[in-house]
């Protein structure tokens, strides 16, 4: 993956306050899951809009959304994976094409940015969107050479082939994400004015890694 600054994928964007490895799944939390009953209440446009930063498909949004309340976090964690498991072709290309290239953070090599940035671009120019892991697990000094490594094995793939392994590691974000994005919700709802049935203002634009 790329290792330069992030736009925000799309819009409505989510938020500022959240720390990068909430969208590029680096850690998955102890995930209590704090901000659910908040999440259970939103109207379906504001959980929808939230739940396109976890993952780009608006049909897995909706359908995560729709089946509220949850009685827990596994419960929405498994809604989460199920509705990935049953993305069709036209979802999991409108899920990629909202990802952007990671970015290491500070501190991270020069040469290592820019074996990453050119890495990536070879890759997308192979399968046509942009290179996604979930590096839950993985502490910040390796991911550069997990990033780099994996890259360079998953060049060699078929197409089709790519393209599952990119499916199931959109699942693994989406499911990082959720987990740390329903602890930090209630101070992200805290901070922010409703208006307009959404929060887009409020939460402002963000760099995720994914």
Excluded: K
């Amino acid at each position: 993956m790329a290792a330069h600054p992030r736009r925000a994928p799309r819009s409505p964007p989510l938020s500022s306050h959240l720390p990068a490895q909430v969208f590029g799944g680096t850690s998955l939390g102890a995930g209590h899951g704090s901000g659910l009953p908040r999440f259970n209440a939103l109207p379906h446009e504001d959980a929808t809009a939230i739940l396109l930063h976890c993952c780009g498909s608006r049909r897995w949004a909706h359908r995560v959304a729709a089946h509220r309340p949850y009685p827990d976090l596994p419960a929405l964690l498994a809604a989460a994976d199920e509705a990935s498991y049953d993305l069709s072709q036209p979802d999991l290309t409108e899920a990629l094409r909202a990802e952007f290239p990671t970015e290491l953070g500070h501190g991270a090599p020069y040469a290592a940015l820019l074996a990453l940035d050119a890495a990536h671009q070879e890759y997308q120019r192979t399968f046509g969107h942009v290179f996604v892991m979930c590096l839950a697990g993985h502490p910040p000094e390796e991911r550069a050479d997990q990033l780099l490594g994996a890259i360079r094995r998953r060049m060699t793939h078929e197409v089709d082939e790519e393209r599952a392994i990119s499916a199931d590691e959109l699942r693994r974000l989406a499911q990082a994400r959720l987990a740390d994005l329903m602890d930090r919700l209630p101070g992200l709802l805290d901070r922010a004015t409703p208006h307009d049935g959404l929060f887009a203002a409020d939460f402002g634009l963000f760099s995720p890694v994914g």
